[in-house]
């Protein structure tokens, strides 16, 4: 809460390809992630939200995400990830802007801005078909939900 009475604003931190659990989401995954994501995290209009994936994934991902989000983009082996902790590098910062910070992957590369950033903000976690690390569980005192992507959108959006 701000001394205004208002909620404080949240930086949403998030690696579609971790939520699908694919490295090149479709279209229809990449929605659907979104969706639930935006649903489950709370994600209120004045929040900042980063995404983050691969240049093969960019495309899609870049339909997908909400208006007025900023789209991160790394080649490499978890170069999503790579690009989303650049963002995440002045922790004093977003310490003193965001009263939340949500992280949408469960992959423990985050655990130790997670652990940084919990002691002056609130952290949360938010993860989809990837895995969630427990280093990362122990960073933010097991404040995580889980999505779930629907069946028709993991087989690429086709109905099997």
């Known amino acids: 809460m701000r001394a ?3 909620q404080a604003r949240a930086l949403h931190v998030v690696d579609i390809e971790n939520l699908v659990g694919a490295a090149y989401p479709t279209a ?3 929605e659907q992630a979104m969706q639930a994501y935006a649903a489950v995290a709370l994600v209120a209009d004045r929040d900042h939200m980063i995404v983050g994936c691969s240049p093969m994934a960019a495309r899609w991902v870049g339909w997908a995400r909400p208006a007025g989000s900023r789209l991160v983009v ?3 082996k978890d170069g999503a990830d790579l690009a989303l902790l650049e963002e995440l590098s002045d922790r ?3 310490a003193a802007r965001y009263g939340r910070v949500v992280i949408g992957s469960g992959d423990g590369i985050f655990a130790e801005s997670a652990a940084y950033l919990a002691a002056s903000c609130e952290v949360q976690v938010v993860f989809g078909a990837g895995a969630l690390s427990r280093k ?3 960073a933010v005192g097991h404040r995580v939900a889980a999505i779930e992507i629907g069946a028709s959108a993991l087989n690429g959006g086709v109905v099997a």
């Open 28 to 30: 229809a995954q990449a």
């Open 92 to 94: 004093e910062h977003i």
């Open 136 to 138: 990362l569980l122990m």
């Open 74 to 76: 790394r080649h490499g």
């Open 4 to 6: 205004n009475g208002g």
